[in-house]
DNA sequence: CTGTTAGCGCTTTCAT
DNA sequence: ATGAAAGCGCTAACAG
């Protein structure tokens, strides 16, 4: 991208870089005539203000960055991710920034960090602990939290895991099941320092609402009963494989996301289980795909969209020098559909 | 965002500007003892090289931007981007390239583009003679076009849209059908100058090949069968269910992508109809979702996790100096399901 | 092993 | 209306 410059155009043009900037930026400075000849010139030169020139000046690059601990992958491996972005990069086309997706380098974040050129980021997922977390906090960089902590000067963007996964849990046991599986969503590995805090954040909220039901009904939930696995159709299909190649015979599921729901009940026809008679699941995140499947999956809804569309606008905000923190928990709230029992109860 | 610079870590570090500088990009040119001062003194301020004013110098940012003229909320409701984005996000990944989403600004791709501080470009579905195409070329941008057109000196990746639109039709035709509805995408609006070219792209090929089949049976296809629409699952069920209030009665839809698909479905049975012995449906992409409904949708498959990580190659590779240009055209097979007939035929 | 110096490409007072 | 000049924060010869 060997660009011109603009000391190309102004010497071309004739007259000063200055000149040339203007043309750009505050064209009303410039004579009619003036002003046309240097943006012909740029234009035969395919000419163009070098955004970084200008971001280097300006300090504002126009960008959103987007933390994303499970990398790459695993984002697009999970729908209800398209939802969530789907509602960042609403509020991004508003305000015209841009989304950058910020992936562990390496299998660091932390250097991933060090050479993301942005104007603020919204992490998703990322635990309290992670380096770096703790580096965004040292840096004072402008971030707003999405499905983390809720941390002291930092706006967070929470949906009320623990109720929703009760809920859940709650639901199955009315139906009358007296135990059932857990798939749990295996937080990225990486830069855990901490071992004992690996299970944190959304996975241990959610696991916490299953087991307050459980033991409300006066129901133990063995931790034998629950397995973790990726977030994704794969990972569901697996684990339930898995599980049942193990031994276990659960006749009720708890998945962790919508998605491993969908792998699992893959696994379940293949198995030749029938959903819900041998095996009755609940998802959670209610995402597109639980309307199509079949039967319909039971799951707790989630405001995907809106949690994307807080979070962005809780950041872009912040620019302006709005320091308002605010920290959200939305709802969550279950649906029932047929994947855990007939209609009628 | 108020960070340490350069100047205040040499300065309390009690060394110059070069050496904090070595600190970050060879330490092995400094004596242990400088090294460990200045990341001592950095790390109290939580100092880390600007990315911005790096790039200023190195040329280069590690960005990889996505031009995306439908806008950030068609792409992530359209799960065949996911498995696209999910190819290229791999390669990027494996490079440490970091991606950059540029959706239009204003409605304006060519504003986009100005902004933007990348390495290169993909663009995703850009017309041949949309401007923000026509700036690319005559800046001389490093890009790869994803389906889009072949350029003289500009690698492009793309699938046998025409071939597989082709294969589904004519299955259709050999089901017994005479006359299909055809759901096709609307390309994205905007800044398309030549109106006649507005029908250009995977759209054309794809009718292209729905009329090839239709005429090879000496079948006629006319224009009042066709209808655009988003590609959504929305996009498709509007699209259906104004086809049917419009008096039509289709006996098979031909739907440009799976997500119409999956939405015409949606229709489908709001309007009591039955898949596929009312209507019959082949979409096209062979987005995981097809397995997942019910019946499943037959589709023509496209290799759209490969058709990214292809670009995403090809782009990178350029960077290194590599001036091969290829233009490839990847296969695209019919995969027949339950929604366009008994699997016996 | 460490510092001096000259830019990277652009914007922006402040003069003229 | 236009230009000269001083940086933005950093890197990389080139000296010492």
Same mark, same amino acid.
Request: no cysteine; hydrophobic share 50%.
């Given at each position: 991208m060997d660009m #011109? !410059? *603009? #000391? /190309? @155009?102004?010497? %071309?043009?004739?007259?000063?870089? !200055? #000149?040339?900037?203007? #043309?750009? +930026? &505050?064209p009303s400075r410039l004579s009619a005539e003036t002003l046309q000849r240097v943006l012909q010139v740029a234009d035969e030169l395919g000419y163009y203000p070098n955004p970084i020139a200008r971001s280097l000046i300006n300090k504002r690059v126009g960008v959103l960055g987007l933390l994303i601990p499970q990398g790459t992958a695993m984002l697009f491996a999970n729908p209800f991710f398209a939802e969530l972005l789907g509602g960042i990069g609403q509020i991004c086309d508003e305000h015209d920034f841009s989304l950058l997706l910020v992936p562990p380098v390496q299998g660091s974040l932390l250097r991933s960090l060090a050479r993301a050129a942005v104007d603020g980021y919204i992490t998703i997922g990322l635990e309290e602990h992670h380096p770096a977390m703790e580096l965004l906090r040292r840096r004072k960089?402008?971030?707003? !939290? $999405? /499905?983390?902590? =809720? %941390?002291?000067?930092?706006?967070?963007? +929470? @949906?009320?895991d623990f109720g929703g996964a009760r809920q859940a849990a709650a639901h199955l046991i009315e139906r009358g099941h007296?135990? =059932?599986l857990v798939l749990g969503i295996r937080p990225a590995q990486g830069e855990i320092t901490d071992g004992v805090a690996a299970y944190t954040g959304v996975s241990a909220a959610r696991l916490a609402g299953y087991r307050a039901a459980f033991a409300l009904?006066?129901?133990?939930l063995d931790e034998g009963r629950i397995r973790y696995c990726d977030s994704t159709r794969d990972g569901g299909r697996q684990a339930l494989l898995d599980a049942w190649n193990g031994g276990a015979r659960p006749g009720a599921l708890l998945a962790m996301s919508d998605i491993i729901a969908v792998g699992a009940m893959d696994a379940a026809s293949r198995l030749g289980l029938r959903v819900p008679d /041998? $095996?009755? *699941?609940?998802?959670? &995140? &209610? *995402?597109? &795909? !639980?309307? *199509?499947c079949h039967p319909a999956l039971s799951t707790v809804h989630q405001p995907s969209e809106e949690k994307g569309c807080l979070a962005a606008r809780l950041l872009i905000d912040r620019q302006g020098g709005g320091q308002r923190v605010e920290h959200h928990v939305l709802p969550a709230t279950l649906i029932v559909r047929g994947s855990s029992g007939t209609q009628e109860g």
């Open positions: #011109a !410059t *603009i #000391a /190309d @155009v102004a010497r %071309l043009a004739g007259v000063s870089r !200055t #000149a040339v900037s203007f #043309a750009f +930026n &505050d960089a402008p971030f707003v !939290t $999405l /499905d983390g902590p =809720a %941390l002291p000067q930092i706006s967070a963007v +929470n @949906v009320d007296r135990e =059932a009904a006066g129901l133990p /041998d $095996l009755a *699941i609940v998802g959670f &995140d &209610d *995402i597109m &795909d !639980t309307q *199509i």
